[in-house]
């Protein structure tokens, strides 16, 4: 990716950071407002759950829209409309309101983030995709990172209004990007026929190819597991470990540090013929960190722990790319993109729900074995397919050659 195309590819990718920081900002923001209101725990939970459900059942369903319209046009478009209702938020302050805005915010992400994997083959070249992906994820990662940091900043000298001003803003610059470089991808043929046969074959390609069946569901059933983490680590930090709030800071943010080092120096660098094991590796690591790291609480191990989880969580997700990219036909890829990340996403909610119970019974430390014990499980249940196959074998027409090493 060296010269113009990588150029671009970097452009685009800190843009796409920049909108990965705002949402991150708006949903640090929103917290902190509605807490301050006297809103409940409940409430603050379903502004999550607001921006994360149109990516679980709005996705699939407008997933057609993503192969029949041409991909940069898609993404300028949705991000125009998502910059208007993040403008809305910054005066909303009635919560049934705030939530139908988190919605819609959520159903143009739905939209807009498989339209930018398509780009990806498009700037970069097909024999570099892993390569585009592992980037984007990296930007991504450093606006996960900056996010909250900069909107706790933003609120202390401004208020929180001036924070969601900002995520407007970086919709905006997302949208003049992506109409200033120009980079296109047309709609193919056979992306075509009626909305209901259109969102099916979605669910199709990616059900009737046994390697990205089983990677889809293992991941998924990893997710349920792994997911448990984002309710019971402030119990197992806080309780267990009995560390500050700082030290509470510190290890949150080892995880999405570990997972900006794996897509920037590990993931570029793996082949494609590797990512089923790749997806194998990842899990186990992930499982056994979280496992290790609760069994033995001390605070060093636990910060290890953490930026591996961070590790395997990028490792999956970019595995996961990389294999519909190598194995789906040009013409559905946006559909399977939406519909894997459905699934995906439906996982974490599911291992949300979860982690609030096992929690309860278990406690922070237990909860986490759990979902180490749980993770390890599902990934092994997976492994005998995803050792086996080669990422060529039975690929559709076209795909074959992009897997070939």
Request: charged content about 15%; some cysteine; glycine content about 12%.
């Amino acid at each position: 990716m060296l010269g113009k195309r990588g150029v671009v590819l970097t452009v685009v990718a800190a843009a796409y950071g920049m909108s990965s920081m705002g949402d991150q900002m708006a949903l640090v923001s929103l917290t902190l407002r509605l807490h301050d209101q006297g809103g409940s725990g409940v409430a603050i939970s379903a502004l999550v759950i607001a921006g994360v459900l149109p990516l679980v059942v709005v996705g699939p369903l407008a997933a057609p829209l993503v192969d029949r319209v041409e991909s940069s046009r898609l993404v300028v478009a949705v991000t125009v409309l998502q910059a208007l209702v993040s403008a809305g938020l910054v005066v909303v302050t009635d919560l049934a309101v705030t939530l139908v805005l988190l919605v819609l915010l959520g159903t143009g992400l739905a939209l807009a983030s498989p339209a930018l994997l398509l780009l990806v083959p498009r700037i970069v070249g097909a024999d570099d995709t892993a390569r585009g992906y592992a980037r984007l994820d990296a930007f991504r990662s450093a606006g996960n990172v900056a996010g909250p940091a900069l909107a706790g900043a933003l609120i202390g000298v401004f208020d929180v209004r001036v924070a969601l001003l900002a995520n407007t803003a970086t919709f905006v610059g997302l949208a003049v990007v992506l109409s200033c470089l120009k980079v296109r991808r047309e709609p193919v043929e056979g992306a075509r026929g009626s909305w209901p046969a259109q969102v099916r074959e979605g669910v199709r390609v990616l059900g009737g190819d046994r390697l990205l069946r089983t990677a889809i569901l293992a991941l998924a059933s990893a997710i349920v597991f792994t997911a448990v983490l984002s309710v019971a680590r402030v119990f197992f930090i806080r309780d267990d470990l009995g560390v500050s709030g700082s030290g509470y800071g510190l290890l949150v943010s080892a995880h999405t540090v570990g997972m900006l080092a794996s897509s920037t120096l590990i993931a570029p660098r793996v082949p494609l013929g590797w990512q089923p094991r790749v997806l194998v590796g990842a899990g186990v690591l992930m499982g056994t960190s979280l496992a290790v790291g609760a069994a033995v609480p001390v605070f060093a191990l636990s910060l290890v722990s953490f930026a591996l989880t961070g590790v395997a969580n990028s490792l999956q997700g970019l595995a996961i790319r990389n294999l519909i990219h190598a194995r789906v036909p040009e013409q559905v890829r946006g559909r399977a993109f939406a519909t894997s990340g459905a699934t995906l996403n439906g996982a974490n909610l599911a291992g949300t729900a979860l982690g609030g119970p096992a929690t309860a019974l278990l406690g922070g430390a237990g909860a986490l074995e759990l979902a180490g014990a749980g993770t390890l499980l599902a990934t092994l249940a997976g492994s005998p397919v995803l050792l086996r196959r080669r990422v060529g074998a039975d690929a559709p027409e076209g795909a074959q050659e992009r897997a070939r090493e």
